[in-house]
């Protein structure tokens, strides 16, 4: 059993203590046990605590790590962080707080250009000269366009 990779033993009504020796199951990438009932402490082992504890969810009387519940004779129950989760709350940035961001950087950049513009003459007429040639340029593509569009559905 040391070189399995899966294990998936949920909902299968099983009972009692998970055995010492599945800490030594080094291979294995996914291990879901829960809805059954299981009972006493998670052997301990790198593997077995990096799971979420969501996987040995339904087990009333299982504890210790990942699980939040307190074995008999724990003192301190110090669940390590998930991979790709921080240790510290505050390094930890929101959707709404990278929306925030990005947003900012946004207008600041907008107004970084429009100031440009307003400042700086010789290059908002260069930049107006663009758009009035992009726009006229635009409007000969459609127009030709639209000519053989015509042409085709005339003959």
């Given at each position: 059993?040391?070189?399995?990779?899966?294990?998936?033993?949920?909902?299968?009504?099983?009972?009692?203590?998970?055995?010492?020796?599945?800490?030594?199951?080094?291979?294995?990438?996914?291990?879901?046990?829960?809805?059954?009932?299981?009972?006493?402490?998670?052997?301990?082992?790198?593997?077995?605590?990096?799971?979420?504890?969501?996987?040995?969810?339904?087990?009333?009387?299982?504890?210790?790590?990942?699980?939040?519940?307190?074995?008999?004779?724990?003192?301190?129950?110090?669940?390590?962080?998930?991979?790709?989760?921080?240790?510290?709350?505050?390094?930890?940035?929101?959707?709404?707080?990278?929306?925030?961001?990005?947003?900012?950087?946004?207008a600041t950049g907008f107004w970084i250009a429009c100031g440009?513009?307003?400042?700086?003459?010789?290059?908002?007429?260069?930049?107006?000269?663009?758009?009035?040639?992009?726009?006229?340029?635009?409007?000969?593509?459609?127009?030709?366009?639209?000519?053989?569009?015509?042409?085709?559905?005339?003959?």
């Amino acid at each position: 059993m040391k070189k399995l990779l899966t294990l998936d033993l949920s909902r299968n009504n099983l009972s009692g203590g998970l055995p010492s020796s599945m800490s030594q199951m080094n291979l294995l990438n996914y291990l879901d046990l829960s809805y059954n009932k299981l009972s006493g402490r998670i052997p301990s082992g790198t593997q077995l605590q990096s799971f979420q504890p969501s996987r040995y969810s339904g087990n009333a009387e299982l504890c210790g790590p990942p699980v939040s519940k307190y074995c008999p004779g724990d003192k301190n129950l110090e669940i390590p962080p998930l991979i790709g989760e921080s240790e510290d709350d505050k390094e930890v940035i929101d959707d709404v707080e990278r929306w925030f961001y990005i947003g900012g950087a946004t207008a600041t950049g907008f107004w970084i250009a429009c100031g440009a513009l307003l400042v700086n003459r010789r290059g908002r007429n260069a930049f107006f000269h663009f758009l009035d040639s992009l726009k006229d340029w635009i409007y000969v593509k459609v127009m030709v366009f639209i000519a053989k569009l015509q042409r085709v559905a005339h003959s």
